[in-house]
């Protein structure tokens, strides 16, 4: 029998979900509207609304400070980057946690989830160390490895789930018909999985977007991404509101219109086999 | 081509032994059905021969050439499952194409034998559909369709009728039958159901825990069956088991007596009972007797214009040739 919701229910619960959803996005919007205010106006007290002269004042000087594209296409390499070649391990590891289980499988995936509880401040010494040594400190070939391992358990996770929905006889049957592991892998589960494997893609490159911690401390100018590009707009002193709001704009935008235009499948894939 | 022999065989999952050491050998060209209750270790046995199940010890050989180590796409076998198994993705054509372009065959060869294969099952008109808006009975022809284009050296089929309807179950089963008839490529089946074993088998395997009870073509089976496991599982309905007195008139332990091999009388007969349920199938109809003071139900079949009624008393008479004699090991006396 369904449940039946009165209008006055439906309402609230309109009203509500609305309150949280602007609650949220409020500081998306401001960070949006002070970036076309100027320095004054963005420090006024009370606060200016959207009746204010609407300046591009801040973008320009931005741009002209510092070369955005070179950041920008930092953080399009190490993203990316870090996103393939996260996945090109966590497919075949994700394989076999699904379809050629041993009874330690479970423990693994524990164990790699647990290391996502370690602060990250904990291991930044003989990172740091490491990468002296290898020549990797301010490159992205650096920071794409690292954030690649940062991610990983989380890759492996979500492909993980998503294998084990492909029933398994699929696989068999392609192995009788004559397919290798590469064939199967190929040909069969990558088509099957393709949504999912999307969806995981979508939130690493998310996570990895707006990674602060290594991308700061890894980097000095060569291989700095956005979140690099928005730090140098924070000064301790003098106005640089407005100015850090522009650049924060800029460093979010592209991120922010990849996840509106992919929003179904990222909603998808991350209830996926919530429900069933 | 197509002979397998299996060569003290086994298989354990972790300390549970599921096949203890087994041989078998399926000639080229035959159609061999293991059949047994579930958990007997025929679907294991089937994969076993797949070979998507390494076996622990013993040798397989597929047409005398060792294949114990070999990956199941080396073996040259092909496999219908019982899920059907298609690639969801995949067109009915592309579906059925597969194990062609994995051997890297010529495009023109490979459209040309789709569509031959096609032909045969009816499926022309659906080349172009996914497996997802396909019925059972079509999905289960693209998934044979999909086995019979490699031109493989034997067929594995499990349980691949399980998922039908009835209806559609018994003329699977015909069509699996007559295109054994054409291709005469040896078929291995693996089924609970011992009709279908009955039908279409020209070897029966009866499996109990992993051991072979019996070996045989389906009416020895029927006529001499080695144990009271096989007398009891092949035949429907169910043999007659009889123990004590009655049993030791004949010199065993315990008897048995199928269904069809006991003529009922309204006047007289050798045994009496009380009718208790009757089902009328039209052409024939079992009757299940009790208090007859031999076992808790004698179940007994009559042409389907018999009448007797629930409570009526019924007269019973087994042909004296066809009794089973069992010793107290559940063993044959020849």
Redo the contacts between chains.
Sequence with gaps: MARSVTTTRKTFNTVLAWSIGLLIFFPILWTVLTSFKTEAQAVSTPPVWFFFDWTLDNYRTVLDRSDYSRFLWNSIFIAGGSTVLGLIIAIPAAWSMAFVPSHRTKDILLWMLSTKMLPAVGVIYPIYLIFIRMGLLDSRTGLVVILMLINLPIIIWMLYTYFKEIPAEILEASRMDGAGLREEITYVLLPMALPGIASTALLNLILAWNEAFWTLNLTAAKAAPLTAFIASYSSPEGLFYAKLSAASTMAIAPILILGWFSQKQLVRGLTFGAVK | MGRIVLKDVTKAFGDVTVIPPLNLTIEEGEFAVFVGPSGCGKSTLLRLI???EDVTSGRIEIDGVEATAA???KRG???V???Y?????MTVRKNIM??LR??GMDKAEQNRRVDMAASVLNLTDYLDRRPGQLSGGQRQRVAIG?AIV?EPSAF?FDEPLSNLDAALRVGMRLEISELHTRLKTTMVYVTHDQVEAMTMADKIVVLRAGHIEQVGAPLDLYRAPRNLFVAGFIGSPRMNFIAGAEAAKHNAHTIGIRPEHIAVSAEAGEWSGIVGVSEHLGSDTFFHVHQTGLADVITVRADGEVGFRHGDTIHLTPRADVIHRFDETGLRIA
């Design positions: 797949a070979g998507l990956p199941p796409s076998l092909a496999m499952f019982q899920s198994a298609l690639y969801p993705h597969f194990p994995m051997a999909r490699r594995l």
